[in-house]
């Protein structure tokens, strides 16, 4: 298993940016998808963006789709999520989280994903 520690979060205007990141521990960081979700008060958790272990491979939620970049740098053991354009509908608490999945579902859910950070809180005001 592997320990996530996100950072970043904070409360930005709409329209502005912020960028995420999340520190892993352990030596394999390599071998996991990594993906970051989000839950805001009252609705379910959502699969923001995934990214494959090289990189090679993304996916974006279609509300999120040319705004937010999903990176990796395994040689730092991050994952990072550059938000931009924000709006009041992206307010919600951004989790970290690794998958140990060896091939690619159809569909990203939380339930592909074992490991998770504690969360960090992200606020667009109007």
């Known amino acids: 298993q592997v320990q996530l520690v996100e950072s970043g979060g904070g409360l930005v205007q709409a329209g502005g940016s912020l960028r995420l990141s999340c520190a892993a521990s352990g030596r394999t960081f390599s071998s996991y998808v990594m993906g970051w979700f989000r839950q805001a008060p009252g609705k379910e958790r959502e699969a923001v963006a995934t990214?494959?272990?090289?990189?090679?491979?993304?996916y974006y939620a279609d509300s999120v789709k040319g705004r937010f970049t999903i990176s990796r740098d395994n040689t730092k053991n991050t994952v990072y999520l550059q938000m931009n354009s924000l709006k009041p509908e992206d307010t919600a608490v951004y989790y970290c989280?690794?998958?140990?999945?060896?091939?690619?579902?159809?569909?990203?859910?939380?339930?592909?994903?074992?490991?998770w950070g504690r969360g960090t809180q992200v606020t667009v005001s109007s």
């Open positions: 990214i494959t272990w090289t990189g090679g491979s993304t």
């Open positions: 989280a690794a998958s140990s999945v060896k091939w690619v579902p159809r569909t990203w859910t939380p339930e592909n994903f074992g490991s």
